[in-house]
């Protein structure tokens, strides 16, 4: 069992706080890591290969400093990494990174699977994914939770869904999106640790793949972010004490009144 | 460049049009209106009634593109995809919305992909610019602290899902009058490498917490499982389904599709009730878009007042009882 997982190293946001004055985010100092939705599908590839042998390769496409995402997906127990990074793969958006995604892992080949993260936690678009599966016609299950049976031929998986799970069987090869009920990501042990310290990671510019420079990067991109701002969050209703009996009920009342006014109940 | 007209792709379950739907015409609506353009929807799938059609009509299409038939009883994303594809190669529209939802956020990349077109995900707003007539896509990211502002200038069509549940349903006005386009089926849309087994339910609880109008959230200050039975009765009351914080998720209080945030999901109710539950910034990127907010929290700095619209500082397991009785002698 072949797999082949894409992620992205995105910035820490576990220690950021809020600015309680602007209600904005302090991202100052927020370290880079591998996106955590990403680990879920590390882990259940680790999980397939324990079972089934065979072996993974994790790919990013980002600046050389990615690289450490790959090494730490090694030390959890990946076997390669490679890093797509050149100036012209920079203001990317999906289409174009998943363009080039799959154009790296066609050039890696002989792959049973291809596992994702349902999305990442800064972009946040989840279509990376999907756009994989489309550019490489491979079957798909997106937010997968769990793979029920998997062989050589065909693999059968639930994917959450709004009101429910949907069993769907793919035949192999296949790419998943997994969500978080799929798997509890491992620590990276000791020895996986010193292995992704020595090992040596290739980095793939458009000319290892043989990419057109015009379909890459902002230029290549479809879409073009043309303004940020950030928004407001801070509400500071109004917040009312409940210490014994007394105010307890009152505050309930209030809470109660609120709610009538609200028209969110009668 | 000849696109014209926008669309909205319908969603329906077994048939039945999903509510998504109709928000998506309000909204494509407005954008066409301002392009002076024809709003038409697209339907696919099995069993649709001619009212379903009609209902489009009504609240706002002025044509819907059906295609109908038993090969598309499921959604298999292979399969719509391709049918989408072909529908956007013919007729050319120069804007496709969907929801965000598990349905758009499958379909609409694997389309974008076939038709060389650009994606925005999860827009929470869209405008047309003046004087270009582009699609302006706003839509929020990083655990929704950036707003960002985006545009597909050159391709065609542009295509944005959107976050649902924001914006009422267009009006019905049985008066409307519309275009059924019939799209035959092919056989060619039939990936044959992907099979629909069937849905199962989750044990328990309503886990639809995206569709429901309020939801009461329990985290790490509820102390243990069981007391994850007032937060249902709660919820029960006001008509409303649990959520859960991430530390409930992962104590095993709650089961995952419960979980509200940056590593769950992100709902958009009319009330957000947060019992217990201090208010990461992760937690946060979940719910706070929501109408109306009320906080529950024994620590009077917990972050999540910042953001509510109502707080109590109080202890949850004397607040959430009173609470429920006086709501009970309503
Ligand atoms: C990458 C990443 C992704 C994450 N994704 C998510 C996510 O999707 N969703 C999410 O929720 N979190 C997420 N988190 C975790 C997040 O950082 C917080 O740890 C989590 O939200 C805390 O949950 P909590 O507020 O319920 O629990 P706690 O932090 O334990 O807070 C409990 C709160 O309950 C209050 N309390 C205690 N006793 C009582 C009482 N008797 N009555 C009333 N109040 C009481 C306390 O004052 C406190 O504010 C993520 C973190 C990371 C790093």
Redesign the pocket.
Known sequence: MNIIIPIKQVP???NVKMDEETGTVVREGAASIIN?LDLYAVETGIQLKEKLGGKITVITMGPRSAEKALREAISMGCDDGVLISGKEFAGSDTWVTSYVLSEAIKKIGDYDLILAGERA?DGETGQVGPEIASFLDLPMAAYTSRIVELNTESVVVERLIEEEYEMLRLSMPALLTVVKEISYPRLPTLRGKQRAKKIAIPVWSKDSMELDEANLGLKGSPTRVVKISTPQVLRNGMVIPADDEESTVRAVNQMLDFMREKNLIR | MNYQGVWTVSENDQGKLKGVSYELLARGRGLADKLGNELASVVIGHNITDEAVEELIHRGADAVYLVNDPGLRHFVVENFSAVLRDLINVYKPEIVIAGATTYGRTLMPHVAVRVNAGLTADCTELDIEEGTGNLLQIRPAIGGNILAEIKTPERRPQMATVRPNLIKHAEKDERRKGEVVNVEFKAEWIDRRVEHLGFRKSEGENINIQGADVVVS??????KKENFGMIKKLAESLGGVVG??????DRGWMSYPH??????KTVTPKLYIA?????????L??MKTAETIIA????SD?P?FKVADFGIV????E?IPALLESLDHY
């Open positions: 820490e946001t576990g955590p936690t | 329990g985290g790490g200050g509820l102390k859960a914080s991430r530390v409930a998720v979980q509200v945030g940056l590593s769950g019992v217990g539950i201090s208010g990461s910034i992760q937690h990127a979940g529950i929290n024994s620590d917990a999540i109080g202890d949850a397991f607040v």
